[in-house]
C-alpha cells in the first residue's frame, strides 16, 4: 500500500440514522483521495452491529466506485448481547466458526467477493492462536480475504499468532 491507501477512513460513525450524512461523508472521503475504509461487524455500535458495513456498500455503489479501486478492511471479534441470540455478556470470540461467520456476514453486508484486509479486533484469550491463523489463513485461501491483520494485540500475542500464518498488518489504538 501507498499513500492514503495507508490512512484509513474509520467508518465507525457510519450510521443509519444520519444515512445521507453517511453516505455524503463516504463521498468527501473518496474526493479527498482516500481509498482504504476501515469498519467492523460492530460498528456503529452493538445495536446496530453491522449497519456501517451496509452503508459503506451502498455509498460505494451510490459514488460508483470500482470495488477493485478501493481497500475494504474489516474486523471482528468483539460480541455483545445485542449481536448474537443467547450471548448474555460482552465477550470476545476469535473461534474458527465464529470468524468464518463474521467474515461472510461482512461481505453480504457490503456486498462483495472479498476482502482486502481482515483482523481479528481484540485478543480472546480462550482461543488458540493456531485455531484463528488456521481459519484465516483458510479464509485468505478461499479468496474471501487477503490480508490479515491483527488489533489490539501485544507484541507477544502478535509473535504467537505469527507462528501460523503471516500477518500483513498491525492496528494499534492512538486516541
Do not use: W
Amino acid at each position: 500500500m501507498s499513500g492514503l491507501e495507508q490512512i484509513a477512513f474509520g467508518c465507525m460513525g457510519l450510521h443509519p440514522e444520519k444515512r445521507q450524512i453517511s453516505l455524503e461523508a463516504v463521498g468527501k472521503a473518496l474526493e479527498l483521495g482516500f481509498r482504504h475504509f476501515d469498519n467492523a461487524d460492530l460498528y456503529p455500535g452493538p445495536a446496530l452491529s453491522g449497519s456501517s458495513e451496509k452503508l459503506l456498500g451502498e455509498a460505494l455503489r451510490v459514488h460508483g466506485v470500482p470495488r477493485e479501486s478501493v481497500v475494504i478492511a474489516s474486523k471482528c471479534g468483539i460480541v455483545f448481547p445485542q449481536m448474537r441470540e443467547g450471548q448474555r455478556f460482552k465477550a470476545y470470540d476469535s473461534s474458527a466458526g465464529y470468524v468464518r461467520s463474521a467474515v461472510e456476514a461482512s461481505l453480504r453486508r457490503m456486498d462483495c467477493d472479498y476482502l482486502d484486509l481482515f483482523y481479528i479486533h481484540r485478543i480472546d484469550y480462550l482461543t488458540a492462536p493456531q485455531e484463528v491463523a488456521g481459519e484465516l489463513e483458510a479464509l485468505r485461501a478461499e479468496g474471501k480475504i487477503r490480508q490479515i491483520g491483527l488489533s489490539n494485540h501485544d507484541v507477544g500475542q502478535v509473535r504467537a499468532f505469527a507462528r501460523h500464518a503471516t500477518v500483513d498488518a498491525l492496528q494499534v489504538e492512538i486516541s
